[in-house]
């Protein structure tokens, strides 16, 4: 994996845990690029199952959706950009 592609990867777990429930997480969840990243992504359910089974203590799957969707140009660039999007908001 290129260097830039594991950073971003590490910067978007980073602001995963900062994440509090206020406006400015709720405006980032209703992006473009947000709603993009999912549809790279998969079903929701697909997500939501991947999510759960980290939270549980086995992030493979979270990984793997991740490893691919930054292995695709288009998704690497949502990533960053979602990522500066949640800087800007001070998440």
Same mark, same amino acid.
């Given at each position: 994996m290129a260097? +830039?592609?594991k950073q971003g @990867?590490?910067?978007l777990g980073q602001t %995963? *845990?900062?994440l509090k429930d206020n406006g400015a997480v709720q405006q980032l969840l209703r992006? &473009? &690029?947000t /709603? /993009? @990243?999912m549809e790279l992504l998969g079903s929701h359910e697909k997500v939501k199952g991947a999510a759960k089974a980290a939270a549980a203590g086995n992030? $493979? *799957?979270l990984m793997g959706m991740m490893q691919q969707l930054m292995s695709d140009p #288009? +998704? %690497?660039r949502l990533v960053e950009q979602i990522t500066k999007q949640a #800087? *800007? $908001?001070g998440l």
């Open positions: 260097n +830039g592609s @990867m590490e910067h %995963a *845990q900062k992006s &473009d &690029d /709603r /993009r @990243m992030p $493979s *799957q #288009e +998704g %690497a #800087e *800007q $908001s």
